[in-house]
T-cell receptor, first 117, second 114 residues
Framework: GAGVSQSPRYKVAKRGQDVALRCDPI?????LFWYQQALGQGPEFLTY????????KSGLPSDRFFAERPEGSVSTLKIQRTQQEDSAVYLC???????????????FGSGTQLSVL | AQSVSQHNHHVILSEAASLELGCNYS??????LFWYVQYPGQHLQLLLK??????LVKGIKGFEAEFIKSKFSFNLRKPSVQWSDTAEYFC????????????FGTGTLLAVQP
């Protein structure tokens, strides 16, 4: 597609359920970021992939959060045993080149809004 | 660690008024600075960026921002706002690390009244 696609657009989960959020970056983009945006806050970094390699996962808030990008294209962010504090918009972003290319433009998806009841 | 502060959380202006949104960052090294905008129901998109050179940068839709190193500031300006500028605005800085991840401010919600 023309942009970064995320699905589902909205997800409601009961506390304790596992959820999986999908990101389809722009075709050919090397870099992929996941961000978490809580209500009234700016996006906060979760993790970074360069192709299939997860080079930075320092922002993942707990071991309940897991991300993968097995073939270097589509990425999935999985949250196990969801808690109410996990409620947020999860944003995916991609860029053409790797992390060393600091001037590369970042393209964001529209996000998945997760509500944990 | 780097951080970004946006002083105005909500701003309400009438059309044709001038806009200035404040942004301060805490990082003493070389910085790359950004303003992103999120229109209602849309994804984040880049308004403008500063890497080096002329500290006054111009972006899309008539926006500009001035990098003042001595004040650690990167304020966003527009001489005359339009109703279509209603959106949330985020200031961001590269963290300078290996992945060049962005550190965002908390955002400023701008409402322009016709």
């Amino acid at each position: 597609g023309a942009g970064v696609s995320q699905s589902p657009r909205y997800k409601v989960a009961k506390r304790g359920q596992d959820v999986a959020l999908r990101c389809d970056p722009i075709s050919g983009h090397v870099s992929l970021f996941w961000y978490q945006q809580a209500l009234g806050q700016g996006p906060e970094f979760l993790t970074y992939f360069q192709n299939e390699a997860q080079l930075d996962k320092s922002g993942l808030p707990s071991d309940r959060f897991f991300a993968e990008r097995p073939e270097g294209s589509v990425s999935t962010l999985k949250i196990q045993r969801t808690q109410q504090e996990d409620s947020a918009v999860y944003l995916c972003a991609s860029s053409l080149l790797g992390a060393g290319a600091i001037r590369e433009k970042l393209f964001f998806g529209s996000g998945t809004q997760l509500s944990v009841l | 660690a780097q951080s970004v502060s946006q002083h105005n959380h909500h701003v309400i202006l009438s059309e044709a008024a001038s806009l200035e949104l404040g942004c301060n960052y805490s990082y003493g090294g070389t910085v790359n600075l950004f303003w992103y905008v999120q229109y209602p129901g849309q994804h984040l998109q880049l308004l403008l960026k500063y890497f080096s050179g002329d500290p006054l940068v111009k972006g899309i839709k008539g926006f500009e921002a001035e990098f003042i190193k001595s004040k650690f500031s990167f304020n966003l300006r527009k001489p005359s706002v339009q109703w279509s500028d209603t959106a949330e605005y985020f200031c961001a800085v590269n963290d300078g690390g290996a992945t060049n991840k962005l550190i965002f401010g908390t955002g400023t919600l701008l409402a322009v009244q016709p």
